[in-house]
């Protein structure tokens, strides 16, 4: 077998033009950068109480691939999450659960409700189910269906990342958030 180098006929010598010699810039805005770095490594936290967990599933796996979004990395510590995802019923003795799980995300943080029964109680029109988690937290997307499919999910995903993208850094100590917050109790 022969070892001849082959050499590159492309010359790596060239002299850059003139206006754009040294290490290069680009102008952008902080808000820009960070809403773009957030957007696309959003760690959600499923929290998942019945079949519109399995859609959820069925969107992390290979088919559809929630990874292609920067948010295969699923939390199940409050702390380590930045998207709090509310598939299925939540009956009312669950609801003080998912509050404290709110609580306990760091800010900045999103929520997004996939399904009929999260966003509103659903078919289970009862004394027992939660009719809605906004009763009790923020709700940032609603995902309709019963159950959405992954397609959904992705659209759900979708509108989040532009809501990351383009919130102003300071919107959390904006006295309009305060008072949502004050809204459901919480400081
Ligand atoms: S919306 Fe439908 S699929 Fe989702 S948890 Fe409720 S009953 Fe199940």
Redo the contacts with the bound molecule.
């Keep these: 077998m022969s070892t001849k180098t082959v050499k590159s006929k492309i010359d790596l010598t060239a002299a850059a033009p003139p206006g754009i010699e040294g290490p290069g810039f680009f102008a952008t805005r902080i808000d820009k950068v960070v809403g773009m770095a957030r957007a696309n490594s959003l760690w959600p936290l499923p929290f998942a ?7 959820f599933m069925a969107t992390m796996a290979s088919t559809y691939d929630l990874g292609r979004f920067g948010s295969e990395r699923l939390s199940f510590s409050p702390r380590q999450a930045d998207l709090l995802m509310v ?3 939540i009956s009312k003795k669950m609801a003080p659960v998912l509050k404290q799980v709110y609580e306990q995300m760091a800010e900045p943080r999103w929520v997004l409700s ?6 509103s109680g ?3 029109d009862t004394y027992s189910v939660l009719q809605g988690i906004d009763r009790i937290i923020p709700v940032d997307i609603y995902i309709p ?4 499919r992954p397609e959904q999910v992705l659209d759900g995903i979708m509108g989040i990342q532009k809501l990351v993208e383009n919130e102003s850094i300071r919107r959390r100590d904006s006295q309009e958030y305060k008072d949502l917050l004050a809204k459901y109790g919480m400081e």
């Design positions: 109480t019945s079949c519109c967990g399995i859609e598939m299925g019923t996939m399904g009929a029964c999260a966003s659903g078919i289970f269906g019963c159950p959405p």
